[in-house]
T-cell receptor, first 110, second 112 residues
Framework: AQRVTQPEKLLSVFKGAPVELKCNYS??????LFWYVQYSRQRLQLLLR??SRESIKGFTADLNKGETSFHLKKPFAQEEDSAMYYC????????????FGTGTRLLVSP | DGGITQSPKYLFRKEGQNVTLSCEQN?????MYWYRQDPGQGLRLIYY???????QKGDIAEGYSVSREKKESFPLTVTSAQKNPTAFYLC???????????FGDGTRLSIL
């Protein structure tokens, strides 16, 4: 079965602290992994995807197939990073259904 | 990202009433999706369409219906058979070439 697990509902850190939002998945095959973010009063938008291997707003995520994880990391959190973060997976190729995790709310305090 | 427009922003439904949520996109995307977002449950797929005049059920299609008569439009009807319709509904679209999904602002449906 396809499943995405985000174990933390809320992650609260201070500005400048490192951040790691956890994401584990189960999928039979080779999935594509995504992180979507929803800032206050804004629509859900793509933050990054594993095939791009890029850093967006200082965030990175590495796909670990052995641990079936795709944790989102940032070395120094900023207040503007406060948002709801969703990990998602899909199959590869063509139009694929996204399976979302339950989301983690990141709160960065000054 | 004004490419996807959902309306209305808020909608109220009476018992036994069908209501239709609108989703329009001007991104020339072939695929469109409807998700339901509940607190603590993330997003769950209701219906999706990869091409005009064709659509498939998602994980929670019961009590919902859709149509895809035009490429730009993918309306969702919440029927009276949906016993727990109160939720936030998100529409998304996706272009070809391994593009990510783009989301609308959502419609919040409540029961009177």
């Amino acid at each position: 079965a396809q499943r995405v697990t985000q174990p933390e509902k809320l992650l609260s850190v201070f500005k400048g602290a490192p951040v790691e939002l956890k994401c584990n998945y189960s999928y039979s095959g080779s999935p594509e992994l995504f992180w979507y973010v929803q800032y206050s009063r804004q629509r859900l938008q793509l933050l990054l995807r594993h095939i791009s291997r890029e850093s967006i707003k200082g965030f990175t995520a590495d796909l670990n197939k052995g641990e079936t994880s795709f944790h989102l990391k940032k070395p120094f959190a900023q207040e503007e990073d406060s948002a709801m973060y969703y990990c998602a997976l899909s199959g590869q190729g063509g139009f694929q259904k996204l399976v979302f995790g339950t989301g983690t709310r990141l709160l960065v305090s000054p | 990202d004004g490419g996807i427009t959902q309306s209305p922003k808020y909608l109220f439904r009476k018992e036994g009433q069908n209501v239709t949520l609108s989703c329009e996109q001007n991104l020339n995307h072939d695929a469109m999706y409807w998700y339901r977002q509940d607190p603590g449950q993330g997003l769950r797929l209701i219906y999706y369409s990869q091409i005009v005049n064709d659509f498939q059920k998602g994980d929670i299609a019961e009590g919902y219906s859709v149509s895809r008569e035009k490429k730009e439009s993918f309306p969702l009807t919440v029927t009276s058979a949906q016993k727990n319709p109160t939720a936030f509904y998100l529409c998304a679209s996706e272009g070809t070439g391994n593009q990510p999904q783009h989301f609308g602002d959502g419609t919040r449906l409540s029961i009177l």
